[in-house]
């Protein structure tokens, strides 16, 4: 069977152009010392942490606001063992016995290994071409690359060669997940992965939880989506996102990323 048409709607997440502007507000911490302290012992402990409340509310509502109402998505999976992005219009326009070969294709990779679904929005990559023009976004994309962000990895990390951080926007809807993985790729330098969470009216029931999977495949710790809460973990360390619920109507958003080591290619 050909799937060639499933060329025409590959991810495009579009054009525009433009530096966010620098009269927008800093997004800002609200995490405090003592937070901050507690987050670095309950790391070294468990080599993962959530904090809650992690960054000024009216940051964090700014925040949702600008991924709720996002619209630039590329729906990412695997199909054939490689990497594939969508454009979710695309797809959503195929008629259905073609939509039908998609989910196949990649359920079939769900079966045979490691396999994600969900749509993502590259900051990092959108940033370094000069194209990340929404101003809140920028001013996230500003904060998880500010020496506020990175100071406070370190802190909570114990690894003082943290040098700087990627992102991305990502929101999984119902029917979306990550399989269990490590998040460790040769040559990115990842030292931990981070999840700011701006997830609203979410319960443990709804899925989408980070789940963190130990020695003997259970799931030792589960963080279930909340608004406005900071998870970071050591690289490498198993974990998944386990799938979305068939009815849940709302999104699971965040921005994730992963601090790393090491000299920033091209910059
Ligand atoms: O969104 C999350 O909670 C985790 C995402 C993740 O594991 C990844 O992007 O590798
Ligand atoms: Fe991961």
Same mark, same amino acid.
């Not at 402990?45 to 009216?58: K, T, W």
């Not at 943290?162 to 997940?177: C, K």
């Given at each position: 069977?050909?799937?060639?048409?499933?060329?025409?709607?590959?991810?495009?997440?579009?054009?525009?152009?433009?530096?966010?502007?620098? +009269?927008?507000?800093?997004?800002?911490?609200?995490?405090?010392?003592?937070?901050?302290?507690?987050?670095? &012992?309950?790391?070294?402990?468990d080599r993962r942490?959530?904090?809650?409340?992690?960054?000024? !509310?009216?940051?964090?509502?700014?925040?949702?606001?600008?991924?709720?109402?996002?619209?630039?998505?590329?729906?990412? +999976? &695997?199909?054939?063992? #490689?990497?594939?992005?969508?454009?979710? $219009?695309?797809?959503? =326009?195929?008629?259905?016995?073609?939509?039908?070969?998609?989910?196949?294709?990649?359920?079939? !990779?769900?079966?045979?290994?490691?396999?994600?679904?969900?749509?993502?929005? $590259?900051?990092?990559?959108?940033?370094?071409?000069?194209?990340?023009?929404?101003?809140?976004?920028?001013?996230?994309? #500003?904060?998880?690359?500010?020496?506020?962000?990175?100071?406070?990895?370190?802190?909570?990390?114990?690894?003082?060669?943290?040098?700087?951080?990627? =992102?991305?926007?990502?929101?999984?809807? #119902?029917?979306?997940?990550?399989a269990r993985h490590d998040? $460790?790729?040769?040559?990115?330098? &990842?030292?931990?992965?981070?999840?700011?969470?701006?997830? &609203?009216?979410?319960?443990a029931?709804?899925g989408?939880q980070l789940q963190f999977v130990d020695g003997d495949g259970h799931v030792e710790r589960a963080y279930t989506? +909340?608004?406005?809460?900071?998870?970071?973990f050591?690289?490498?360390t198993p974990h998944a996102v386990s799938?979305? #619920?068939?009815?849940?109507?709302?999104?699971?958003?965040?921005?994730?990323?992963?601090?790393?080591?090491?000299?920033? $290619?091209?910059?």
């Amino acid at each position: 069977m050909t799937t060639a048409w499933l060329h025409h709607v590959s991810g495009d997440a579009g054009p525009a152009v433009n530096d966010p502007s620098s +009269t927008i507000e800093r997004v800002r911490l609200a995490a405090g010392r003592g937070q901050v302290a507690d987050a670095a &012992r309950r790391f070294a402990r468990d080599r993962r942490v959530l904090i809650e409340n992690v960054l000024r !509310e009216e940051d964090a509502a700014r925040l949702h606001a600008a991924a709720a109402s996002w619209t630039r998505w590329n729906l990412v +999976t &695997r199909i054939d063992s #490689a990497h594939r992005d969508f454009n979710p $219009a695309g797809l959503a =326009a195929l008629p259905q016995d073609k939509a039908a070969v998609v989910q196949g294709l990649i359920d079939r !990779e769900a079966r045979q290994g490691f396999q994600y679904l969900f749509e993502t929005y $590259a900051l990092y990559d959108a940033a370094r071409a000069g194209r990340l023009d929404d101003p809140d976004l920028g001013a996230a994309f #500003a904060f998880v690359r500010s020496p506020e962000f990175l100071e406070l990895a370190r802190t909570i990390t114990g690894r003082s060669e943290i040098a700087y951080a990627d =992102a991305q926007l990502t929101r999984f809807r #119902a029917g979306h997940y990550l399989a269990r993985h490590d998040d $460790a790729v040769d040559g990115k330098n &990842r030292v931990a992965a981070y999840v700011i969470n701006l997830t &609203r009216g979410w319960r443990a029931d709804c899925g989408g939880q980070l789940q963190f999977v130990d020695g003997d495949g259970h799931v030792e710790r589960a963080y279930t989506p +909340t608004f406005n809460a900071l998870a970071m973990f050591e690289v490498p360390t198993p974990h998944a996102v386990s799938p979305v #619920a068939p009815w849940v109507d709302g999104h699971r958003l965040s921005i994730t990323g992963w601090l790393r080591s090491g000299r920033e $290619a091209g910059v």
